[in-house]
């Protein structure tokens, strides 16, 4: 009588009622699988503990945070306060040994150049002669000298730029 109405057969909307009404009843037992795993989890983490107990690690923790950033925002601090700083100290350094003399052997005299980040530094070149050892020092703008530099002072003024040379330490 009623599919005379509708126009269609009432089995299939016995059929499709029955599947909707499956389908509810899987999805229902899936929640409630969940739900168990959930109260299950919940009392694993509310066991021994108070709600107090549990306000009182979270305030803890929160401390514990802020205490983290501030110390992260002192880092921060320090770190750029120790790279400006780098940028002054030398960090660069050429050094060539060789005999001043040719009389004295040894490679006992030296030319130590050392550099900061912008090429600014000095040279010392120490010399040594049977009669005692003569030091000195040259002062190094932009990786350039206002004084002449001797080979090995200008080799090792290249060594501490990094810049390459064509003469081999001997």
């Given at each position: 009588m009623i599919s005379q109405y509708?126009?269609?057969?009432?089995?299939?909307?016995?059929?499709?009622?029955?599947?909707?009404?499956?389908?509810?009843?899987?999805?229902?037992?899936?929640?409630?699988?969940?739900?168990r795993k959930l109260k299950k989890?919940?009392?694993?983490?509310?066991?021994?503990?108070?709600?107090?107990?549990?306000?009182?690690?979270?305030?803890?923790?929160?401390?514990?945070?802020?205490?983290?950033?501030?110390?992260?925002?002192?880092?921060?601090?320090?770190?750029?306060?120790?790279?400006?700083?780098?940028?002054?100290?030398?960090?660069?350094?050429?050094?060539?040994?060789?005999?001043?003399?040719?009389?004295?052997?040894?490679?006992?005299?030296?030319?130590?150049?050392?550099?900061?980040?912008?090429?600014?530094?000095?040279?010392?070149?120490?010399?040594?002669?049977r009669e005692g050892c003569y030091?000195?020092?040259?002062?190094?703008?932009?990786?350039?000298?206002?004084?002449?530099?001797?080979?090995?002072?200008?080799?090792?003024?290249?060594?501490?730029?990094?810049?390459?040379?064509?003469?081999?330490?001997?």
């Amino acid at each position: 009588m009623i599919s005379q109405y509708l126009g269609f057969d009432s089995d299939y909307v016995i059929i499709g009622l029955t599947a909707a009404v499956l389908i509810l009843l899987i999805l229902f037992i899936v929640n409630i699988c969940q739900m168990r795993k959930l109260k299950k989890n919940y009392r694993i983490f509310m066991s021994g503990k108070t709600a107090k107990n549990l306000e009182d690690t979270l305030i803890k923790r929160l401390d514990q945070v802020d205490s983290l950033l501030e110390s992260n925002r002192q880092n921060d601090k320090n770190i750029k306060l120790i790279s400006k700083n780098m940028q002054t100290t030398y960090q660069k350094m050429g050094l060539i040994k060789y005999d001043a003399f040719h009389e004295m052997g040894g490679k006992l005299s030296f030319s130590l150049a050392m550099l900061d980040m912008k090429n600014n530094g000095f040279i010392i070149n120490a010399m040594h002669t049977r009669e005692g050892c003569y030091t000195y020092i040259k002062e190094i703008v932009d990786g350039n000298s206002i004084i002449v530099l001797s080979g090995e002072e200008q080799e090792a003024l290249n060594r501490a730029m990094g810049v390459s040379t064509s003469k081999s330490e001997e």
